[in-house]
Structures are given as structure tokens and as C-alpha cells.
């Protein structure tokens, strides 16, 4: 992965308790013909550490990184009923954006 063409040691980013990483925020750095862009790729938080505005701060580092790196935009996905994780990217300014459908088959 580090080798990645994407991979910025930067974009990734860790929330600590002390010795213990409690978050991850990881970013990749993308072009296209408008130019550079970043992707938040995924953001997690140790389930009993949510809830206390950890996730926010990991993304609001991550756009710090974007701008750094003079992003274009920056693009993240997340599931549709993901009720956290939306209302954070509304918080920071992400728009929505038509997605993508999964079509699952329970097991018969
Ligand atoms: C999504 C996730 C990263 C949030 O982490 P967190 O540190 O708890 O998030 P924060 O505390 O920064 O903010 C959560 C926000 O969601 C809100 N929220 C929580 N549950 C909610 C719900 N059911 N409906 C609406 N909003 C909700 C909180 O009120 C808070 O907003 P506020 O600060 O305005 O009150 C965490 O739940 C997680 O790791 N989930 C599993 C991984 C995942 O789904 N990642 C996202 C896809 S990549």
C-alpha cells in the first residue's frame, strides 16, 4: 500500500489515547485533467470512544491535508443510512452526489 500511487503518508491519519491509535482518518491523493484531488477513503472511531466529536476532528485534519496538497475537491463515499458519518460530512460542507445501489441476495 505505501507504494501506492495514491498513498501519502500524511493522509494518514490517527486519533491516540495515549499508546492506544482509538480513530483513523486516511486520505489518497488522486489527479484528473482538472488537476489534483483527495479521496477520504475511510474514517473510523473505536466504538467506545464515538460520540465525542473524534470523527470530526479526524476529517477536519483530513481537509487541512487536501489543502495542503492543493486539492481540487475533495471526494469521500459513505453508506446512505450511515446517520453519523452524514451528518458530519453535512457539517463540514460536503454536497451529495448521485451513488451507487447494492443489490444483496439474502443467502437461500
Ligand atoms: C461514523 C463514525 C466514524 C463517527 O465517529 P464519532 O467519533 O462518533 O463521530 P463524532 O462524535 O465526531 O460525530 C458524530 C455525529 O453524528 C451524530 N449522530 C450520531 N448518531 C446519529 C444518528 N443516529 N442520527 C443522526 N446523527 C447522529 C452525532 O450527534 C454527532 O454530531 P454532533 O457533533 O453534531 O452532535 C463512527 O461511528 C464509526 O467509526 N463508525 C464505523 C465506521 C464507519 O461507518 N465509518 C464511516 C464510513 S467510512
Not at 61 to 79: E, G, M, P, W
Request: charged share 20%; hydrophobic share 45%.
Amino acid at each position: 500500500m505505501c507504494g501506492a500511487s495514491w498513498y501519502r503518508a500524511d493522509g494518514e491519519i490517527l486519533a491516540a489515547d495515549g499508546e492506544q491509535i482509538i480513530g483513523l482518518s486516511a486520505l489518497g491523493y488522486f489527479e484528473n485533467a482538472d488537476g489534483p484531488y483527495m479521496f477520504v477513503m475511510m474514517t473510523g472511531v473505536d466504538r467506545a470512544y464515538r460520540g465525542r466529536g473524534i470523527a470530526l476532528a479526524l476529517k477536519l485534519v483530513a481537509i487541512r491535508c487536501a489543502r495542503r496538497y492543493q486539492a481540487k475537491f475533495l471526494h469521500t463515499s459513505n453508506d446512505a443510512e450511515n446517520a453519523p458519518m452524514l451528518a458530519i460530512n453535512r457539517k463540514l460542507g460536503f454536497r451529495p452526489e448521485p451513488g451507487n445501489y447494492r443489490l444483496l441476495r439474502p443467502s437461500l
